[in-house]
């Protein structure tokens, strides 16, 4: 089973600013990385896919970038809808998908 | 515009049954292979089933492979999530949602809204 650890598990940052979640997993995944954004009472949106691609109509402020084990997404100037949950999913162990365990994006 | 759609969720005993069903609608859904999704309340997502899109491959998360059984209805374009032996920690929200593209490639996009099973007596 591939565990994927999701860090920090809450950041606090303000709009405009930089945000930064790391998402390691337990052994290589190659490419095999997406990660979702979730808001309360709402469905997971697909943000980006392996590791890098924009899902569509994801805007330019997120990006992603990792291989391996090591990934990271970045949103590059925070939108006040930006503030969310982000989950990690990794597919290398097809069909044995899973996800990490979130990070929560707040408002500081 | 694609659209999922779950229904069938409610409050079951422990050891009883549900039948969850997923309608969509906006793309060819004989074409793609689906999913079904939870999360527990307040905690993150866990991957349930996977079934292709002719129905030729199907799989089970560990937890519960032998109580859930995956299926679709290209016809009805439908896909269902029969749920046996239910227990408290199966209370969640279910998720179906469809892989990216039409090639499995495992990412899930769209999602559905969701259907809330709670198992409790």
């Known amino acids: 089973e591939i565990v994927l650890t999701q860090s920090p598990a809450t950041l606090s940052l303000s709009p405009g600013e930089r945000a930064t979640l790391s998402c390691r997993a337990s052994?290589?995944?190659?490419?095999?990385l997406a990660w979702y954004q979730q808001k309360p009472g709402q469905a997971p949106r697909l943000l980006i896919y392996?590791?890098?691609n924009r899902a569509t109509g994801i805007p330019a402020r997120f990006s992603g970038s990792g291989s391996g084990t090591d990934f990271t997404l970045t949103i590059s100037s925070l939108e006040p809808e930006d503030f969310a949950v982000y989950y990690c999913?990794?597919?290398?162990?097809?069909?044995?998908?899973?996800f990490g365990q979130g990070t929560k994006l707040e408002i500081k | 515009e694609v659209q999922l759609v779950e229904s069938g969720g409610g409050l079951v005993k422990p050891g009883g049954s549900l039948r969850l069903s997923c309608a969509a609608s906006?793309?060819?859904?004989?074409?793609?292979?689906m999913n079904w999704v939870r999360q527990a309340p307040g905690k993150g997502l866990e991957w349930v089933s996977s079934i292709s899109s002719s129905s030729s491959y199907i799989y089970y998360a560990d937890s519960v492979k032998g109580r859930f059984t995956i299926s679709r209805d290209n016809a009805k374009n439908s896909l269902y999530l029969q749920m046996n032996s239910l227990r408290a920690e199966d209370t969640a929200v279910y998720y179906c949602a469809r892989d990216r593209a039409d090639w499995n490639d495992g990412w899930f996009d769209p999602w559905g809204q969701g259907t809330l099973v709670t198992v409790s007596s």
């Open positions: 906006g793309f060819t859904f004989s074409s793609y292979s």
């Open positions: 052994q290589s995944v190659s490419s095999y």
């Open positions: 392996d590791a890098s």
């Open positions: 999913q990794q597919r290398s162990n097809w069909p044995r998908y899973s």
